[in-house]
C-alpha cells in the first residue's frame, strides 16, 4: 500500500513555463516533506523541504506548497529550465513512519527548449 | 570533500552467487540505508542502521545482509536467495533520526544477473 503517491509518472513543459508536480499521501503522521531530483545512473539529491507547520517553503525557482487537509503538495518550477528534465520524487517522513522517509515512484520532467 | 562513495558503479552477478556493494561516507553521519529502484517502483527501504553494531529490516530485506561495523561503512550482501536482483541500489545516509529527514545518496550500483 502506498503511502506516498505521485500519479504522473511523466510532464512534459516547454522551457519559460511553469512545471508543477504533484503528491499525494495517506499518513496523517507524516510532517515532513521533501522533493528530490535524480539524473539517470545517478543518486537523487535533495531539493526543497517543508515542514507540516507551514504551506509554503520557497528556493529560487522552486516552490513547495503543502495543503495538509487534502494530504497534497506540489512543486512548481518557474521558469522551468532544459536542465530541469530528471525524475522527481516526493519523500515524506515522521513518527509514522518512524522518521524514515518513505519515497513516492517518481515524476519525469521533460523541459522542451 | 565529504561525499558517499558506492562501488562498483556496475556489478554483475551468476546464478547462486552472493554479491557485496560497497558503500562509504566521509560526512560522520550516524545513519545510513540501503535502497532499492526498479524502473517505476521509486526507491524501496533494504535496510537501514541509525548506529554502529545495530540495523534494522526495511520493506524488502529478504535475500540481503548488512553489516555496520564501522560509522564510515555500511556494505550490502545480495545473496543467492534474492531471486529477482536486478536494480539500481542506492546507499544514503543522514544525520541520527528523528531530526535527520534530509538524506544523502551516493551515485548508486547497478547490479545485473548475468
Known amino acids: 500500500d502506498q503511502q506516498v503517491k505521485q500519479n504522473s509518472p511523466s510532464l512534459s513543459v516547454q522551457e519559460g513555463r511553469i512545471s508543477i508536480l504533484n503528491c499525494d499521501y495517506t499518513n496523517s503522521m507524516f510532517d515532513y516533506f521533501l522533493w528530490y531530483k535524480k539524473y539517470p545512473a545517478e543518486g537523487p539529491t535533495f531539493l526543497i523541504s517543508i515542514s507540516s507547520i507551514k504551506d509554503k517553503n520557497e528556493d529560487g525557482r522552486f516552490t513547495v506548497f503543502l495543503n495538509k487537509s487534502a494530504k497534497h503538495l506540489s512543486l512548481h518550477i518557474v521558469p522551468s529550465q532544459p536542465g530541469d528534465s530528471a525524475v522527481y520524487f516526493c519523500a515524506a517522513s515522521g513518527s509514522g513512519g518512524s522518521y524514515i522517509p518513505t519515497f513516492g515512484r517518481g515524476t519525469s520532467l521533460i523541459v522542451h527548449p | 570533500d565529504g561525499g558517499i562513495t558506492q562501488s562498483p558503479k556496475y556489478l554483475f552477478r551468476k546464478e547462486g552467487q552472493n554479491v557485496t556493494l560497497s558503500c562509504e561516507q566521509n560526512l560522520n553521519h550516524d545513519a545510513m540505508y540501503w535502497y532499492r529502484q526498479d524502473p517505476g517502483q521509486g526507491l524501496r527501504l533494504i535496510y537501514y542502521?541509525?548506529?554502529?553494531?545495530?540495523?534494522q529490516k526495511g520493506d524488502i530485506a529478504e535475500g540481503y545482509s548488512v553489516s555496520r561495523e564501522k560509522k564510515e561503512s555500511f556494505p550490502l550482501t545480495v545473496t543467492s536467495a534474492q531471486k529477482n536482483p536486478t536494480a539500481f541500489y542506492l546507499c544514503a545516509s543522514g544525520p541520527p533520526l528523528p531530526e535527520g529527514e534530509k538524506l544523502f545518496f551516493g551515485s548508486g550500483t547497478q547490479l545485473s544477473v548475468l
Open positions: 542502521s541509525q548506529i554502529v553494531n545495530d540495523f
